[in-house]
């Protein structure tokens, strides 16, 4: 229905990023800063790369767009199961 209807929902799922709120964070509670310098942190000019990229490709539909330092921009694929409504 929604594809018929124009409408597509994605997921973006940015790991940590570097914004004001996390600078906030970790000058209220330093003790983070040491798990969070071990999974990295990326800049908002990814997860905006990431945004533009769902934005563009019509293709992609219910898709889980995954953000991450390591990885840059990949894909989740959920395995397809009969979920009663």
């Given at each position: 229905?929604?594809?018929?209807?124009?409408?597509r929902?994605n997921?973006?799922?940015?790991s940590i990023?570097q914004t004001?709120?996390l600078r906030?964070?970790?000058?209220r509670?330093?003790?983070v800063?040491q798990?969070?310098d071990q999974l990295?942190?990326q800049?908002?000019?990814?997860?905006?790369?990431?945004?533009?990229?769902l934005?563009?490709d019509?293709?992609?539909?219910?898709?889980?767009m995954?953000?991450?330092?390591?990885?840059r921009?990949?894909?989740?694929?959920?395995s397809?199961?009969?979920?009663?409504?």
């Amino acid at each position: 229905v929604a594809i018929e209807s124009g409408v597509r929902l994605n997921c973006i799922c940015p790991s940590i990023v570097q914004t004001d709120l996390l600078r906030k964070s970790l000058e209220r509670d330093p003790s983070v800063k040491q798990f969070i310098d071990q999974l990295g942190k990326q800049t908002v000019d990814v997860v905006a790369e990431g945004f533009i990229q769902l934005l563009n490709d019509e293709d992609k539909v219910g898709e889980a767009m995954r953000i991450s330092v390591q990885n840059r921009i990949d894909y989740h694929t959920f395995s397809e199961q009969n979920i009663p409504l």
